[in-house]
């Protein structure tokens, strides 16, 4: 299947997922996780009508700017992001939704005060607390929040979490339901500085579970671009 008949695919699925839990479809956006995959891809999804792209690595990110392979849509970084390499992403990146530790916080607000720019974040949460997986634990979450008003140069525009790849949907639902609780438990307290616009989670194989569960961005790779292939050299 081509790029374009599987986002159409994809759009099918959203609207199904949508119409079961009572949600509007158009309350969820489409982010292509673009890692791995060259400009002419990514440019072809945007075609498709991907709402934004989503980026993993630096390098990647960097390289396919340079291509303006993201021309008609907003880009967000959605990888691991060391801090010696804020200077790359904060800026060039409508929003950065791998936010997930203090000293992250710290660096993109140095780089963003810089610049004289506000950069939106999302605040990753490591919803299955898994030590593989980085992000704020649920305790952790309420002790970031104090301190958010120390970042005048970040807004936080919602959460991310990738939960652990589970057997069965009801499994996966657990964590999806918790992430939605706690953006809700977040948004009451109303801190400075905090907007829990955005919920994203939901990949290729869970998104049904996720948009369930109330989520408003599914990040989506291999269900638009087919299998990655790691062992190209990267665009
Ligand atoms: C790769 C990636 C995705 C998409 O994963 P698929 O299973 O290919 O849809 C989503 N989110 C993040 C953070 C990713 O790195």
Same mark, same amino acid.
């Given at each position: 299947?081509?790029?374009?008949?599987?986002?159409?695919?994809?759009?099918?699925?959203?609207?199904?997922?949508?119409?079961?839990?009572?949600?509007?479809?158009?309350?969820?956006?489409?982010?292509?996780?673009?890692?791995?995959?060259?400009?002419?891809?990514?440019?072809?999804?945007?075609?498709?009508?991907?709402?934004?792209?989503?980026?993993?690595?630096?390098?990647?990110?960097?390289?396919?700017?340079?291509?303006?392979?993201?021309?008609?849509?907003?880009?967000?970084?959605?990888?691991?992001?060391?801090?010696? %390499?804020?200077?790359?992403?904060?800026?060039? &990146?409508?929003?950065?939704?791998?936010?997930? #530790?203090? +000293?992250? =916080?710290? *660096? /993109?607000?140095?780089?963003?005060?810089?610049?004289?720019?506000?950069?939106?974040?999302?605040?990753?949460?490591?919803?299955?607390?898994?030590?593989?997986?980085?992000?704020?634990?649920? %305790?952790?979450?309420?002790?970031?929040?104090? &301190?958010?008003?120390?970042?005048?140069?970040? #807004?936080? +525009?919602? =959460?991310? *979490? /990738?939960?652990?790849?589970?057997?069965?949907?009801?499994?996966?639902?657990?964590?999806?339901?918790?992430?939605?609780?706690?953006?809700?438990?977040?948004?009451?307290?109303?801190?400075?500085?905090?907007?829990?616009?955005?919920?994203?989670?939901?990949?290729?194989?869970?998104?049904?579970?996720?948009?369930?569960?109330?989520?408003?961005?599914?990040?989506?790779?291999?269900?638009?671009?087919?299998?990655?292939?790691?062992?190209?050299?990267?665009?």
């Amino acid at each position: 299947m081509s790029i374009a008949e599987n986002v159409a695919a994809i759009r099918a699925q959203i609207i199904d997922a949508a119409m079961k839990a009572g949600r509007d479809p158009k309350s969820i956006l489409l982010c292509a996780a673009t890692k791995t995959n060259d400009a002419e891809a990514v440019r072809e999804a945007i075609r498709a009508g991907v709402d934004c792209c989503g980026e993993n690595r630096v390098q990647e990110l960097t390289e396919k700017l340079s291509q303006n392979a993201y021309a008609g849509v907003p880009v967000h970084f959605i990888g691991h992001l060391q801090t010696n %390499k804020v200077r790359q992403v904060v800026g060039k &990146v409508d929003l950065i939704q791998s936010v997930d #530790r203090i +000293k992250l =916080l710290q *660096a /993109i607000q140095q780089e963003a005060a810089r610049q004289n720019v506000i950069q939106d974040v999302l605040l990753e949460i490591n919803i299955g607390n898994e030590d593989s997986k980085s992000g704020f634990s649920t %305790k952790e979450i309420w002790q970031i929040l104090e &301190v958010l008003s120390d970042f005048p140069n970040i #807004r936080v +525009k919602g =959460l991310m *979490a /990738i939960p652990p790849i589970c057997q069965n949907s009801v499994d996966s639902r657990k964590f999806f339901q918790e992430m939605c609780n706690l953006s809700v438990d977040i948004m009451a307290k109303k801190s400075d500085n905090v907007f829990m616009e955005i919920l994203s989670m939901g990949m290729s194989g869970d998104f049904a579970e996720a948009i369930c569960c109330g989520s408003t961005m599914i990040r989506v790779g291999t269900a638009i671009f087919g299998p990655r292939n790691y062992s190209r050299p990267h665009p």
